[in-house]
C-alpha cells in the first residue's frame, strides 16, 4: 500500500476552496483546511453551518460545484465514494453500513474480506484465511463486542449497533476516520465506550480522525484541533481551548455575548 504522506504530522487531507450550492444556497463556501496524520480535529458549528455537508463532500456522497478534495496529496475529487474508501478515507454512517440479517462476527468478515479485496461472498472459504479470523477477534475484543459475535446485527441494542460500526470501520482500517455524532442516541453509560474507542485510534499515531460533535465536553476532551463552520464558510480554526474562548465563536456557535458586552 502507498504509504505517502500517511506519517504522522504530514497532511494527510485537504479541501482546497470546497464548495458546493443548492440552488442560490451556498451549503459550503470555498472552505480550505489541511489535516495532518496523527491528529484529532472536531468541526463544529450550529445546525445548518454545514458540517455534514462538508463531510458528505470528503467522503464523496457529494460532489463539490467547485474546489478539491485532496488525499495524500492526490486529487479525489472526481471519484465516487467507494473508490474514496478504497484509497483510505473511511466515514462510519449511522447504522446503514451493517448487514442486520448477518451476525456481529459475519459482518465484521465481510469488512475484512472487502478490505482484502476478496469480495463480499459470504461463502468464501473463510478458514483459509487464519489471519483474517484472528484479525476478526481482535476488532470484536477492541470494540468490546466480542461476547456477542453470534447475535445478529438487527437484534444488538442501538449502543452496541454504533460500536460494530465502529468495528467495521476498523476492519476496513482506513488512515482517516470520519466521525459525524459518534455518540448521538447513546445512553450515558454507552457514551464512553464510543470514546474510549476514538480516544484508542488517537493513540495510533498515523491517523487523521475529524470528527463532527456538538457536546463541547466531548470536543474539549478528544480535539486537538477544533474548526468552525458558520453559514458554510470557515469561521475559526485553531487549538480547542482558544477557539472556544474566540469571541466570534462565543457568539456565533455557543449564542452568549461578545466579550466585553453586556448580556
Ligand atoms: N441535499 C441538499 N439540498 C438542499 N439543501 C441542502 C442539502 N443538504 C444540505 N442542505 C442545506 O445545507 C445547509 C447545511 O446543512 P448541513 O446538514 O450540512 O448542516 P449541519 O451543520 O450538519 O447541521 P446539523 O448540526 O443540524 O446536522 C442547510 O441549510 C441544509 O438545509
Not at 235 to 253: L, R
Request: glycine letters at 8%.
Amino acid at each position: 500500500m502507498d504509504t505517502a504522506g500517511k506519517k504522522a504530522g504530514t497532511v494527510s487531507l485537504e479541501t482546497r476552496d470546497l464548495t458546493i450550492r443548492f440552488g442560490g444556497h451556498v451549503a459550503v463556501n470555498s472552505v480550505s483546511c489541511a489535516f495532518k496524520a496523527g491528529t484529532l480535529t472536531a468541526i463544529v458549528g450550529p445546525n445548518g453551518a454545514g458540517k455534514t455537508t462538508y463531510f458528505n463532500l470528503i467522503s464523496g456522497q457529494l460532489t463539490a460545484s467547485t474546489g478539491q478534495v485532496l488525499l495524500h496529496g492526490k486529487d479525489i475529487s472526481h471519484l465516487q465514494a467507494s473508490a474514496r474508501m478504497h484509497a483510505g478515507l473511511g466515514r462510519a454512517f449511522q447504522l446503514t453500513s451493517l448487514f442486520p440479517r448477518l451476525t456481529v462476527l459475519e459482518n465484521v468478515r465481510l469488512a475484512l474480506q472487502s478490505r482484502r479485496e476478496l469480495g463480499l461472498d459470504m461463502w468464501h472459504i473463510w478458514s483459509d484465511h487464519k489471519d483474517l479470523i484472528t484479525r476478526a477477534e481482535e476488532v470484536l475484543e477492541t470494540v468490546a463486542l466480542a461476547n456477542k459475535r453470534n447475535i445478529y446485527a438487527a437484534a444488538l441494542p442501538h449502543g452496541d449497533q454504533r460500536k460494530l460500526e465502529v468495528g467495521l470501520l476498523m476492519a476496513l482500517d482506513p488512515s482517516i476516520y470520519m466521525f459525524d455524532e459518534p455518540t448521538a442516541g447513546m445512553s450515558v453509560d454507552e457514551v464512553p465506550v464510543i470514546l474510549d474507542l476514538i480516544r484508542g485510534l488517537k493513540a495510533k499515531s498515523d491517523k487523521t480522525i475529524l470528527l463532527v460533535e456538538h457536546k463541547m465536553d466531548v470536543v474539549r476532551e478528544l480535539a486537538d484541533r477544533i474548526i468552525v463552520l458558520h453559514n458554510g464558510t470557515l469561521m475559526a480554526d485553531g487549538e480547542p481551548e482558544a477557539v472556544i474562548a474566540s469571541p466570534v465563536v462565543q457568539q456565533a456557535y455557543l449564542g452568549l455575548a461578545p466579550v466585553g458586552e453586556a448580556a
